[in-house]
């Protein structure tokens, strides 16, 4: 969707590393959603974020969205292979519904 | 209890035959996704329902594509004729929206469709 982009579209990194990945909104948001997709499976809901400022972690994953709920970024800390995956970021809007849209996601590849 | 499922896990099937994929959303979640995953589009929404109502299916492709919630337990996603373009992933999804909850959606194992 344009209304959501993310970037990298693909990021490879040596276990070990640290590794940032970036969801800018066109709109403000009424909250970020972070997905986790292993290749060939459903997605894994990972955190919510709603509040301006907000920062939630989840093991060694930590997510941040900015002060004007437009843009959120999602950093792994010390990587490991069990981290690859596909990475999605999924908006809802102000009086949009409830519907979540998603961006195109991130593919991550950790080498050994 | 069981999260959303999903069926058939995988299909292939010829040009112009009907598909049918099938949800059983997760007991007591009011809202139901449809969304398709392939590589150069992504993730898209294809419709959603409330209380087994259809709310919005601006996502849906075109005419061939259709989707019934005949109770709160069950929903189908109905290609016909199918055509190469609509292989991909599709992804049955369910919430409790965000009046109540976060939003959150819960998605099943996806349907890997391919047409021949």
């Known amino acids: 969707s344009q209304e959501l982009e993310q970037s990298p579209q693909s990021l490879i990194v040596q276990e070990g590393k640290n590794l940032t990945i970036n969801c800018t909104s066109s709109?403000?948001?009424?909250?970020l959603y972070w997905y986790k997709q292993k290749y060939g499976e459903g997605l894994i809901f990972l955190m919510m974020l709603q509040k301006g400022g907000e920062e939630k972690s989840h093991e060694k994953i930590t997510a941040k969205l900015d002060e004007k709920k437009q843009q959120s970024s999602l950093h792994i800390t010390a990587s490991q292979p069990s981290h690859a995956g596909i990475y999605l970021c999924?908006?809802?809007?102000?009086?949009?519904?409830?519907?979540?849209?998603f961006g195109k996601g991130t593919r991550l590849h950790i080498l050994p | 209890d069981a999260g959303v499922i999903q069926s058939p896990r995988h299909e292939v099937t010829e040009m112009g035959q009907e598909v049918t994929l099938r949800c059983k959303p997760i007991s007591g979640h009011d809202y139901l996704f449809w969304y398709r995953q392939t590589m150069m589009r992504g993730l898209e929404l294809l419709i959603y329902?409330?209380?087994?109502?259809?709310?919005?299916d601006s996502g849906m492709p075109e005419d061939r594509f259709s989707a019934k919630m005949p109770n709160a337990s069950f929903s189908t996603l109905k290609i016909q004729p199918s055509e190469p373009r609509d292989s991909a992933v599709y992804f049955c999804?369910?919430?409790?929206?965000?009046?109540?909850?976060?939003?959150?959606?819960?998605f099943g194992e996806g349907s890997r469709l391919t047409v021949l």
């Open positions: 999804a369910s919430s409790l929206g965000k009046e109540t909850n976060t939003g959150e959606l819960f």
């Open positions: 999924g908006a809802a809007y102000i009086n949009r519904d409830d519907k979540i849209i």
């Open positions: 329902f409330n209380n087994n109502v259809p709310i919005d």
């Open positions: 709109k403000t948001l009424y909250g």
